[in-house]
């Protein structure tokens, strides 16, 4: 009875300690997806407070997606993210072309701007100058503006080129080429040879140097999206509107004809008219004197007289 009672306590125990590590495993298993899914929205919510890693690519699509009704003051994306490149032209008279050109030049300065080229011919009524501006893209339309107002405007040209690719590419491009730059680098660190060591050393200037020349590009192209270019034309109120167009046909052939004999007519009076004076001086004691000699020339010479020839004494005939 007692064997019995002890195998039955040891079966009652044993059951207990199974169930006990059940509890245990099931409630341990509980705490552990709660605990991957709080980090799970942990994760969620920073992934959705972080910006786009893209440059702004899936605000865009985001933006592209969302109804026309929601965010209405919000920015455009698909229009702020990308890298334009403004380029403007344009031509306006005034009245004074050196305080209108001034006036120009304080708009660019007050904008953040400055001056890249000044050009300027003459001082007189038809007076020009040109001027390279580059200002602020954010500014671009606002100087163009300004400067429309210094006097009567005669013509506006602006031009935009779109680089977002570009730029994308470009960037793509240098961090692959910094990547290739560290690892010639790593392989340099390990060259155990004279050989070696020269061949990646060439490589290593090699690719630094084509990672510089990205570089330079990338300033350029960031150079032209941040600072546009406008070309100013102040003219004087003598100053033609515009440049004279090249033209064809019989009648402009003519017309260029006549003027090229008018002006040759010209020069040729012009140098007969220099001459005539040592013509005069010169020319007419010279032609008399040919006259003169041609005259001693035509005149006959005087004739000697003609004496008779002796007379030939007469033969006698042989006895």
């Known amino acids: 009875m007692t064997t019995m009672g002890a195998g039955m306590d040891g079966q009652v125990g044993r059951r207990r300690g199974a169930l006990l590590a059940a509890t245990?495993?099931?409630?341990?298993?509980?705490?552990?997806?709660?605990?991957?899914?709080?980090?799970?929205?942990?994760?969620?919510?920073?992934?959705?407070?972080?910006?786009?890693?893209?440059?702004?690519?899936?605000?865009?699509?985001?933006?592209?997606?969302?109804?026309?009704?929601?965010?209405?003051?919000?920015?455009?994306?698909?229009?702020?993210?990308?890298?334009?490149?403004?380029t403007g032209r344009m031509r306006v008279q005034v009245d004074d072309v050196d305080s209108a050109a001034r006036e120009a030049t304080a708009?660019?300065?007050?904008?953040?701007?400055?001056?890249?080229g000044d050009q300027r011919r003459s001082a007189d009524a038809d007076?020009?100058?040109?001027?390279?501006?580059?200002?602020?893209?954010?500014?671009?339309?606002?100087?163009?503006?300004?400067?429309?107002?210094?006097?009567?405007q005669q013509s506006r040209q602006i031009d935009t080129q779109?680089?977002?690719?570009?730029?994308?590419?470009?960037?793509?491009?240098?961090?692959?080429q910094r990547a290739r730059v560290e690892s010639a680098r790593r392989l340099l660190s390990r060259a155990?040879?004279?050989?070696?060591?020269?061949?990646?050393?060439?490589?290593?200037?090699?690719r630094e140097a084509d990672l510089a020349s990205l570089e330079a590009k990338k300033r350029r192209?960031?150079?032209?999206?941040?600072?546009?270019?406008?070309?100013?034309?102040?003219?004087?109120?003598?100053?033609?509107?515009?440049?004279?167009?090249a033209e064809t046909g019989f009648l402009v052939g003519l017309r260029?004809?006549?003027?090229?004999?008018v002006v040759s007519m010209t020069v040729l009076l012009t140098v007969l008219g220099a001459l005539l004076p040592w013509l005069v001086a010169i020319g007419v004691p010279l032609v008399a004197l040919l006259v003169v000699l041609r005259r001693r020339r035509k005149s006959p010479a005087p004739v000697a007289p003609v004496s008779a020839p002796p007379p030939v004494p007469a033969t006698r005939s042989a006895p």
Do not use: H, M
């Not at 708009?107 to 890249?116: D, E, K, M, P, R």
């Open 24 to 86: 245990t495993l099931a409630a341990a298993l509980a705490l552990t997806g709660c605990g991957a899914g709080d980090g799970a929205q942990d994760s969620a919510g920073s992934a959705a407070e972080a910006p786009p890693a893209n440059g702004g690519e899936a605000g865009r699509d985001a933006a592209a997606g969302a109804p026309e009704g929601a965010g209405a003051g919000a920015p455009d994306l698909r229009v702020d993210q990308r890298a334009i490149i403004y």
């Open 221 to 245: 192209l960031a150079d032209l999206t941040a600072l546009s270019t406008i070309t100013v034309s102040l003219a004087g109120p003598a100053a033609k509107d515009t440049e004279e167009e």
């Open 107 to 116: 708009v660019a300065i007050q904008a953040g701007g400055f001056v890249g």
């Open 192 to 206: 155990t040879s004279i050989t070696d060591l020269v061949s990646l050393e060439n490589e290593l200037g090699r």
């Open 127 to 152: 007076a020009v100058a040109e001027l390279e501006l580059r200002v602020p893209a954010a500014k671009f339309t606002g100087v163009v503006e300004e400067i429309a107002k210094l006097g009567e």
């Open 256 to 261: 260029g004809g006549w003027k090229a004999f």
């Open 162 to 176: 779109d680089v977002t690719e570009e730029s994308v590419d470009l960037e793509a491009r240098i961090t692959s």
